[in-house]
């Protein structure tokens, strides 16, 4: 099932896709008048840059490591032992869902558990960046139904419906666009690694433009990351789908948590004022980055700060089903004295801004980005696009050092 990492060429071909945070220079685009030539490539989201291509082939032929501090990887942070939270309707879901497959589709649905294809996800648009897997779009109806059963199985209601509500943007874009063929709310991709088992490690990934999932299982232990969200128009006011909201309570319950904290710790929090571009450090292509501690430490805050700040990662983490969110929230507050709270831009009730809640366990990021889909001639970061992030940092995203541990203690 193994296979080697599909269609660079066509990534090859084209002069550069560019990120939110590149400069700003302003010229004609003949396809739109109303769109500079920046704003096209910076529509595409694609990493930056002529070199962006050769980056990613160079990240995915790196040997993985994870997301680390310049001390390099922690080590013991994560142990194979029994949850007492089952994954079995988790795993006849998939099992169901790989069943309904024919030859074709199997092909290039089905990997190994240690395929590098794993690692293969990215928020750039559909037709510039090539996705592994079987796409909603193709599936028949009782495929589609499967597939969403996995994610029902897989997700709590909370993480569900905002999966859903994150694909309802993308047919938004499509409206928006002139009915652009690289936006629509089916394109997202699923694939499968490994053989769905009660005891063996297996996974599943779900991969689209604002979404990106990676699922992995070994018997009742899981792990979501890395877990890739965004969205483009957050809220929603025309179309198919207005009054589509996403992100609110991360938004809103991250600037509430900065303004409750004191003047010097706000400061101290605070890495810079400025919010002029993308922040986002950790995305895709980004497994191996190193990110250092910086800002706030919550040994310093009061209980009723560290709860606070508890809360604000529960947003993310409650996106998985509720058993497995509890013993992965556990898992943070064992580490919350390790852990660092991180803030750019100002702390104004309209304010655009990121942030960042980092341990050895755990890393989450907010973003506000600046526009791409929805026109518009200000390139400033706006709370009308969106784009988080969630890690397991030293090792552990995409099951990898539960998947070690595993082939150590099992002989393959």
């Known amino acids: 099932m193994k296979k080697t990492l599909k269609n660079f060429s066509l990534l090859l071909m084209i002069l550069g896709m560019i990120s939110c945070n590149q400069s700003k220079t302003a010229t004609s685009d003949n396809t739109n008048s109303t769109e500079t030539t920046e704003t096209k490539k910076e529509r595409r989201g694609g990493p930056g840059g002529p070199g962006g291509v050769a980056k990613q082939e160079a990240a995915l032929k790196e040997a993985f490591k994870g997301v680390v501090t310049s001390n390099g990887k922690q080590e013991g ?149 890395p877990a890739f969200m965004g969205g483009e128009p957050i809220i929603t006011t025309s179309g198919k789908y207005k009054g589509n909201t996403i992100f609110q309570d991360e938004q809103n319950i991250g ?68 058993g497995h969110a509890k013993v992965k929230m556990e898992d943070i507050k064992k580490h919350i004295d390790d852990t660092y709270f991180v803030w750019r831009g100002t702390a104004a009730d309209d304010a655009v801004f990121y942030y960042r809640i980092h341990s050895p366990v755990i890393l989450i990021e907010f973003d506000h980005q600046s526009p791409v889909g929805v026109r518009g001639t200000d390139r400033s970061p706006t709370r009308n696009h969106i784009h988080t992030m969630v890690r397991t940092p030293n090792g552990n995203d995409y099951g990898k050092d539960y998947i070690k541990q595993h082939l150590e203690n099992h002989k393959h």
């Open 77 to 225: 942070l994560f142990s194979i032992q029994p949850t007492g939270v089952s994954t079995a309707s988790i795993v006849t879901a998939a099992k169901a869902f790989v069943n309904s497959l024919n030859k074709e589709q199997a092909e290039k649905t089905l990997y190994d558990i240690d395929a590098t294809e794993w690692r293969h996800w990215s928020n750039v648009d559909n037709g510039i960046f090539s996705r592994n897997g079987i796409s909603i779009k193709e599936m028949n109806q009782d495929q589609r139904k499967m597939a969403y059963n996995l994610l029902t199985e897989a997700l709590s209601a909370k993480g569900l419906q905002l999966t859903k509500d994150i694909m309802k943007t993308d047919q938004t874009l499509k409206e928006l666009n002139n009915g652009r063929d690289s936006f629509d709310e089916e394109l997202y991709f699923f694939t499968i690694m490994g053989t769905p088992s009660n005891t063996e490690p297996w996974g599943w990934q779900i991969d689209g433009h604002h979404l990106a999932i990676n699922y992995f299982v070994l018997g009742d232990q899981v792990v979501m990351t």
């Open 255 to 322: 600037l509430k948590f900065m303004q409750s904290l004191s003047e010097t710790q706000q400061k101290e929090a605070t890495l810079s004022t400025d919010k002029s571009g993308a922040n986002i450090v950790a995305a895709a292509f980004s497994d191996n980055v190193t990110v250092d501690f910086e800002g706030l430490k919550v040994s310093s805050m009061t209980p009723k700060q560290k709860e606070a700040v508890l809360n604000l990662a529960s947003q993310y983490i409650n996106n998985m089903k509720e």
